[in-house]
């Protein structure tokens, strides 16, 4: 594994289908701040939680110059109903060979009631205009998280 990315450091490109199948980029959001969102998996307790409260506080995100997006391993089908169920307003990207994880070192091995499989740790990058992590979450804690990022964005 390579080091790990810190702030300061430029992000890692980005290519990656929304749930439209629209190709986005670090480009596609030229002069914003990006609030990338790696999350495990579509509609479920944590990951429901956090997209939700990013959702609720996403006027406040576009006013501080800033866009959401979301990462995770599941399809376009999936994040489709995700979006749907829960009106989320920003795009849902779909890192199905995890290349994009990998890249930003959010893919890991998990140990679920003593399964061990490999996904993805709840990570939030906050990216500046010029392409440099300005803010880096790991092993993040819903509770709580939305308003931190927030934080880190007005900094």
Same mark, same amino acid.
């Not at 998996?41 to 866009?67: M, N, W, Y």
């Given at each position: 594994?390579?080091?790990?990315?810190?702030?300061?450091?430029?992000?890692?490109?980005?290519?990656?289908?929304?749930?439209?199948?629209?190709?986005?980029?670090?480009?596609? =959001?030229?002069?914003?701040?990006?609030?990338?969102? =790696?999350?495990?998996?579509?509609?479920?307790?944590?990951?429901?939680?956090?997209?939700?409260?990013?959702?609720?506080?996403?006027?406040?995100?576009?006013?501080?110059?800033?866009?959401?997006?979301?990462?995770?391993?599941?399809?376009?089908?999936?994040?489709?109903?995700?979006?749907?169920?829960?009106?989320?307003?920003?795009?849902?990207?779909?890192?199905?060979?995890?290349?994009?994880?990998?890249?930003?070192?959010?893919?890991?091995?998990?140990?679920?009631?003593?399964?061990?499989?490999?996904?993805?740790?709840?990570?939030?990058?906050?990216?500046?205009?010029?392409?440099?992590?300005?803010? #880096? =979450?790991?092993? #993040?804690? #819903?509770?709580?998280?939305?308003?931190?990022?927030?934080?880190?964005?007005?900094?």
């Amino acid at each position: 594994m390579g080091r790990m990315l810190d702030v300061g450091d430029k992000a890692p490109e980005l290519s990656l289908p929304d749930q439209h199948g629209k190709t986005v980029t670090l480009k596609s =959001f030229k002069g914003k701040q990006i609030v990338l969102y =790696f999350y495990p998996k579509d509609d479920t307790p944590g990951c429901t939680k956090e997209s939700c409260d990013f959702r609720d506080v996403e006027s406040q995100i576009l006013r501080a110059g800033g866009v959401i997006v979301g990462v995770s391993l599941d399809g376009k089908e999936s994040h489709q109903k995700f979006i749907k169920k829960y009106g989320l307003p920003f795009p849902l990207l779909s890192d199905e060979d995890a290349a994009i994880a990998k890249a930003y070192g959010v893919f890991k091995e998990k140990n679920m009631y003593g399964k061990k499989y490999w996904g993805i740790e709840r990570s939030t990058f906050v990216i500046d205009p010029a392409g440099k992590l300005k803010a #880096v =979450f790991r092993k #993040v804690k #819903v509770d709580g998280h939305a308003d931190e990022v927030l934080t880190a964005l007005k900094a």
